[in-house]
T-cell receptor, first 115, second 116 residues
Framework: AQSVAQPEDQVNVAEGNPLTVKCTYS??????LFWYVQYPNRGLQFLLK??????LVKGSYGFEAEFNKSQTSFHLKKPSALVSDSALYFC?????????????FGKGTRLSVIA | EAGVAQSPRYKIIEKRQSVAFWCNPI?????LYWYQQILGQGPKLLIQ????????DSQLPKDRFSAERLKGVDSTLKIQPAKLEDSAVYLC??????????????FGAGSRLTVL
């Protein structure tokens, strides 16, 4: 079975500082990995995904994530945080070799960027 | 491109009552998903359609939940009778097809259900 762990419920960072939101995954084969963001009273919005190739993936709003197969991690990063980045962030995984299995989400990490 | 439309945005009902949620996916998207998001948790898949056929409903509580996508376009999710633990946001999402697991899901704004 596939699963995602987001070990931090909340991450606080000062505006202008780098941010990291952690994600580890478990799949039997190779993964497709995704990050979504959710603003208050809004649906989830796609940020970026890893399919194959370069382990560093760049996405929307200056976010990037690094795929690390040996550590089964896909941490979300941004060099300089903005107050407007404050939101709920979800990591998700799908096993590449498992046909129609659904996308499985982590429980989410709330990011708070303080001015 | 219009997004995924959902209605109603908010619904408050008493336990044992029924409720229905509607979703219209992005035009041309063959795959439609209903997720349940309980406060403090990540979205959990309830049901997945490819066109008008069910692909996965293994986590749908079929004694009280039902869903349909009769013409392969819009979809309705129904709960009858509702329980207190059904209080959640119900998210509809769509994607072009199931042929690629790398497809991005586009989500609607969600329907927030409160069961009293």
């Amino acid at each position: 079975a596939q699963s995602v762990a987001q070990p931090e419920d909340q991450v606080n960072v000062a505006e202008g500082n780098p941010l990291t939101v952690k994600c580890t995954y478990s799949v039997s084969g190779n993964p497709y990995l995704f990050w979504y963001v959710q603003y208050p009273n809004r649906g989830l919005q796609f940020l970026l995904k890893y399919i194959t190739g370069d382990n560093l993936v760049k996405g929307s709003y200056g976010f990037e994530a690094e795929f690390n197969k040996s550590q089964t991690s896909f941490h979300l990063k941004k060099p300089s945080a903005l107050v407007s980045d404050s939101a709920l962030y979800f990591c998700a995984v799908r096993d590449r070799n498992s046909g129609n299995t659904p996308l499985v989400f982590g429980k989410g990490t709330r990011l708070s960027v303080i001015a | 491109e219009a997004g995924v439309a959902q209605s109603p945005r908010y619904k408050i009902i008493e336990k044992r009552q029924s409720v229905a949620f509607w979703c219209n996916p992005i035009s041309g998207h063959a795959t439609l998903y209903w997720y349940q998001q309980i406060l403090g948790q990540g979205p959990k898949l309830l049901i997945q359609f490819q066109n008008n056929g069910v692909v996965d409903d293994s986590q749908l509580p079929k004694d009280r939940f039902s869903a349909e996508r009769l013409k392969g376009v819009d979809s309705t999710l129904k709960i009858q009778p509702a329980k207190l633990e059904d209080s959640a946001v119900y998210l509809c999402a769509s994607s072009p097809t199931l042929s690629s697991g790398a497809n991005v899901l586009t989500f609607g704004a969600g329907s927030r259900l409160t069961v009293l």
